[in-house]
Nanobody, 114 residues
């Protein structure tokens, strides 16, 4: 399985970005897709994930600001990020996991700064 992430960039505080991650290859039919992030000097943390059936899970720090969604026909997961804060600055990683395996995409930098 390969994961291709896109959509990062530089945005001012209060702004919005949308990340996309397309999966390709032999994708398990039952899976969880999600986004993690890692800021300099910090551990990688879960931002949000979504199971193939649609249930979602969010980190407390992003609830009400970020929305995760997926298009199963396109094997793509999205992360809509609104009301961005400097604390959201990090490298964001796409993740796909099933019962038997876990896959990571390349990171995409999100920088929130004026």
């Amino acid at each position: 399985v390969q994961l291709q992430a896109s959509g990062g960039g530089l945005v001012q505080p209060g702004g919005s970005l949308r990340l996309s991650c397309a999966a390709s290859g032999s994708i398990p039919s039952s899976n969880i897709m999600g986004w993690y992030r890692q800021a300099p000097g910090k551990q990688r943390e879960l931002v949000a994930n979504i199971i193939s059936g649609g249930a979602t899970n969010y980190a407390d720090s992003v609830k009400g600001r970020f929305t995760i969604s997926r298009d199963n026909a396109k094997n793509t997961v999205y992360l809509q990020m609104n009301s961005l804060k400097p604390a959201d600055t990090a490298v964001y990683f796409c993740n796909l996991r099933s019962l038997r395996a876990e896959f990571w995409g390349q990171g995409t930098q999100v920088t929130v700064s004026s």
